[in-house]
């Protein structure tokens, strides 16, 4: 058994070798798909970035009565966060505090100043701002939540309907993202096999007549099968090797444009941090097609 086992990786070995041709076009087919699949999981991981971002800066504001005492806000505060599972942040936001706030923001804006002024005291609202972890639907069952009649005889308006086409456009766009990625791999994985498996289909039929002699003496399906499989697992081993290195260059190079357009996103703190997963996935790519594309060539063209 170990003697056979040694053979089958001796001969893959040899015309791996002798086929030199055929085996960089398949390894060479391999990185792209490989690099591919890479850059489709890093660009999963930007666009989960951005999404976070711009969910950070939605939320739900629910502006108060001017006679709502503090005390009963951040009890209804409390109340909310007890009977709403999924809230990320909910924030009391004092009538002083939203005042600072607008003066802070439109210093330079001698217009807003003015108006200011000419109102003659503090026009803010008392507010809660509420960010959730979910989806759209939890934002709109938060503000069904504020509008009951335990909470509406205290608050003066929710400005979830003005927000809701940007939440809800938000989750979309992720949602969507998600199936293209979905789609865009498994469309990567057919390519990939048919390349693969018209590549290993030369190497099969160009031994056809060592394959016959094989058959001749005797040799079993599966040491007449075991050097194709293995070597498809070399090309696939070849390629991850490459498509590794690549993509720890590609990612150090770039992480510094990146850190540019995105501040906050470390493109190596990504690679690093997704470490075995980038492992995963291109070895699985790499080797998974190599050995799946040879087998599926012997057992079609060579019938065992």
């Known amino acids: 058994m170990l003697t056979n086992f040694k053979r089958i990786i001796k001969f893959a070995f040899t015309d791996f070798w002798i086929n030199k041709g055929i085996s960089l076009a ?34 739900i504001t629910a502006y108060f009565k001017e006679d709502v005492l503090e005390e009963d806000i951040l009890k209804i505060k409390d109340e909310i966060l007890k009977n709403s599972p999924g809230i990320k942040k909910i924030e009391y936001v004092s009538k002083n505090d939203a005042l600072e706030t607008f003066t802070q923001k439109h210093k330079d804006s001698s217009v807003l100043s003015k108006a200011l002024e000419e109102v003659g ?14 989806s ?37 766009i992720t949602s969507n993202i998600n199936i293209f990625g979905l789609i865009l791999g498994v ?25 016959s002699t094989m058959r001749i003496v005797g040799a079993s399906n599966w040491f007449i099968r075991g050097p194709f499989i293995v070597q498809g697992a070399i090309y696939g081993l070849v390629a991850f090797i490459i498509c590794f290195a690549l993509s720890f260059l590609f990612a150090y190079f770039l992480s510094s444009k990146i850190g540019i ?6 493109a190596v703190s990504y690679f690093l941090s997704n470490f075995w997963i980038f492992i995963l996935i291109q070895l699985g790519f790499g080797v998974g097609l190599g050995m799946i594309s040879s087998f599926i060539v012997v057992k079609k063209y060579l019938d065992i």
């Open 261 to 266: 357009i995105l501040p906050g996103f470390s």
């Open 121 to 134: 005291q503090n026009p803010f609202l008392p507010s809660l701002n509420i960010t959730t972890t979910g």
């Open 26 to 59: 398949a390894i060479f087919v391999l990185v792209i798909t490989i690099m591919l699949a890479s850059g489709l999981f890093f660009s999963r991981g930007v666009t989960q970035y951005l999404v976070s971002q711009i969910q950070d800066k939605i939320d």
């Open 187 to 211: 469309i990567l994985v057919i390519v990939a096999i048919l390349v693969v498996f018209n590549t290993i289909k030369l190497t099969v039929e160009g031994s056809k007549n060592e394959i």
């Open 136 to 172: 759209a639907l939890q934002y709109e069952q938060i503000s069904n939540i504020l509008q009951t009649e335990n909470y509406s005889p205290f608050i003066d308006k929710v400005d979830f309907s003005q927000k809701k086409d940007t939440i809800e456009k938000v989750f979309a």
